[in-house]
Each structure stands twice: as C-alpha cells, then as structure tokens.
Nanobody, 124 residues
Framework: QVQLVESGGGLVQAGGSLRLSCAGSGLTFGSYVMGWFRQAPGKEREFVAAVSGNGGTRYYADSVKGRFTMSRDNAKRTVYLQMSSLKPEDAAVYYC?????????????????WGQGTQVTVSS
C-alpha cells in the first residue's frame, strides 16, 4: 500500500520561508517522479514543482521559480520543497504526488499516488 505523508505546513508571514517534506512508503521510491501541487480555495489544483527519480531533472512553475527549490533524498524516501520569499498568493493546501515515469510531468492526472496535503497560510 502506497502512502505519501506531507508535513511542514503552517502559518508564515509574507517574505518568510517554510520547508515541506513528503515521506513515501510502499513504493520503489527512486523509480518515481515526485511532484508538488497546490490547491487554493475555489481554484483548481496547480503544478508547483517536480523532480525525476534520480533528481537530475527538475521543473518549476513560473510562479515559484527562483523562490522554491525541490529536492529528494532517495535513501530517506523523502522529497522536500523549500519555499522562500513567500507571498499571500502562495497560500494553499500543498500535495505531493508520485508518478511511475522517467520524465516529470506537470499535469495532475499523470500522477498515480497522492498525499493528504498540508496547509500553508501566508499572512500579509
């Protein structure tokens, strides 16, 4: 049974930083592309970042480039999203997802497994 468990969300002031983590179990972790998505109230789930299984390829949404960094530690079966210079518009529930693929994709329907999400709130 595949499980993805996010942690690290919380309340932060605009301009601040947070690091999200997502721990995976029940899957051959290094064989999966991992992605971060977010969903704000009343909006569709949107792509944030993704990394290939070996960490060699990373994609970012234009809205977070230069502010967010995604990384993975396959030995710990964990991916991270370091978020800096946070803006109120970054507030959302953040989800990690796994896709048994080689090349990262940016569309949610490509991903096979999802975590339960962690809330990020940014105060202005």
């Amino acid at each position: 049974q595949v499980q993805l468990v996010e942690s690290g969300g919380g309340l932060v002031q605009a301009g601040g930083s947070l690091r999200l983590s997502c721990a995976g179990s029940g899957l051959t972790f290094g064989s999966y592309v991992m992605g971060w998505f977010r969903q704000a109230p009343g909006k569709e789930r949107e792509f944030v970042a993704a990394v290939s299984g070996n960490g060699g390829t990373r994609y970012y949404a234009d809205s977070v480039k230069g502010r967010f960094t995604m990384s993975r530690d396959n030995a710990k079966r964990t991916v991270y999203l370091q978020m800096s210079s946070l803006k109120p518009e970054d507030a959302a529930v953040y989800y990690c997802a796994a896709d048994q693929a080689v090349v990262p994709k940016i569309t949610p329907h490509n991903y096979d497994f999802w975590g339960q999400g962690t809330q990020v709130t940014v105060s202005s």
